[in-house]
């Protein structure tokens, strides 16, 4: 199943609108009561849980995306490396994979995103790894997404200048389709200081299918698409939580129809793909294809 690759951007001129990505994985799992991981999170779901994750898969498919996302933020190889699992980190990355797969079926229209995280704790400023570490981290994580067949990788939450620019260099070299998706400050930064406007030209020189913006709530999105300015295609998925910003504490704050709100006041800017990030849902997915559908 799924053996041949979507080009995502022959996809989204088929459709001709915004591209629909899916919602939150993690949060919702924790809220369905399938225990997290405290080093894997919700990627441990993927051994001790699998059917959950498929079922989730699905109801995204079937609330509109066009989008699912691989429930792999964190098998890579930095948190793998922490704990002792019974299979390899390539099977750990591979099974998880295939829940992707086995969700989408014969679907030709569903497209499989690789999600590869920050090589540390999202949202962590200071990282006890060594530039080595990052460097292997990024490589073997998206080398892994893309022997397993998904259709491009999402690096997600990326706000480190050091592994934007391995992200993108190493994806570039080797002919990877992917989306750079950013977590910026309320001041507009990247963790490590440097302007959105910085990671934005370094980004460009490599040619991804498009910059995203993720998990930034919305006050602050509205605040920074104000002077958003780029040549390349761009998205976002906002957070949708309950004001908090950790794994444990991630419960719905923002309804569909007040997310639906957030994005019709930025739908000019015509975005090459919208979902929704930590405390969403499917209901969060079938308001944006409603919403996407009535404005085409």
């Not at 070299?173 to 934005?200: C, H, Q």
């Amino acid at each position: 199943m799924h053996e041949k690759r979507i080009n995502i951007i022959e996809f989204h001129e088929q459709v001709n609108r915004p591209l629909i990505l899916d919602g939150a994985i993690g949060s919702l799992l924790q809220q369905r009561n399938v225990e997290m991981h405290k080093t894997l999170w919700s990627s441990y779901a993927n051994i001790a849980a699998p059917e959950k994750v498929i079922e989730l898969h699905r109801e995204y498919i079937n609330a509109g995306a066009d989008i699912i996302t691989t429930n792999t933020f964190r098998t890579n190889p930095t948190a793998y490396n922490k704990v002792s699992l019974k299979i390899s980190n390539y099977e750990f990355v591979k099974r998880s994979i295939e829940l992707a797969k086995e969700a989408v079926g014969k679907n030709k229209n569903i497209i499989i995103a690789g999600s590869n995280p920050p090589c540390g704790d999202s949202y962590t400023k200071f990282r006890k790894v060594s530039q080595d570490e990052i460097e292997r981290n990024h490589k073997n994580h998206i080398d892994m997404l893309w022997d397993s067949g998904v259709d491009f990788v999402l690096n997600e939450t990326q706000s480190h200048f050091d592994e934007i620019d391995i992200i993108c260099k190493h994806c570039s070299e080797n002919d990877i389709p992917f989306i750079m998706s950013l977590f910026v400050t309320t001041k507009g930064k990247l963790l490590s200081g440097e302007t959105l406007e910085d990671a934005l030209k370094i980004i460009e020189e490599y040619n991804p299918i498009a910059v995203g913006l993720n998990c930034i709530f919305p006050k602050t999105f509205c605040k920074i698409v104000k002077t958003f300015e780029t040549p390349m295609r761009w998205g976002f998925y906002l957070n949708c939580g309950s004001g908090k910003l950790k794994d444990a504490e991630i419960f719905e704050g923002l309804s569909p129809s007040d997310y639906i709100n957030i994005i019709n006041k930025k739908y000019s800017k015509e975005p090459f793909f919208v979902g929704s990030c930590c405390g969403s849902s499917p209901e969060h997915t079938k308001a944006i294809k409603e919403f996407l559908i009535g404005n085409n």
